[in-house]
């Protein structure tokens, strides 16, 4: 069965750190290309990192360079997104995404207070 699980949310103060882990299983990890994205409410879904299948080269929205870090282990099937000096405008449902396969996590609420 082909799936893609998030971890590792939570509420965090506005300058704190949260690491998301997302874990695919049924695919074949280190050929796909992944992406992390969010939904807060009442906006639509964004894209946050996006990793390419088989190295760390990345490209990142305008909003988090600098502070969210994507990257991956293809010995662990697992996609990670690091995220630094978090801000209140951070809040949001954040997703795991595998387009080849159109596959989406349950996503992970990530809360940051002010």
């Known amino acids: 069965q082909k799936q893609l699980v998030e971890s590792g949310g939570g509420l965090v103060q506005a300058g704190g750190s949260l690491k998301l882990s997302c874990v695919a299983s049924?695919?074949?990890?280190?050929?796909?290309?992944m992406g992390w994205y969010r939904q807060a409410p009442g906006k639509q879904r964004e894209l946050v990192a996006f990793?390419?299948?088989?190295?760390?080269?990345?490209t990142y929205a305008d909003s988090v360079k600098g502070r969210f870090t994507i990257s991956r282990d293809n010995a662990k099937n697992t996609v990670y997104l690091q995220m630094n000096s978090l801000k209140p405008e951070d809040t949001a449902v954040y997703y795991c995404?595998?387009?080849?396969?159109?596959?989406w996590g349950q996503g992970t609420q990530v809360t940051v207070s002010s």
């Open positions: 995404n595998a387009p080849a396969n159109r596959l």
């Open positions: 049924g695919i074949l990890f280190s050929l796909n290309n």
């Open positions: 990793i390419i299948s088989g190295s760390q080269l990345a």
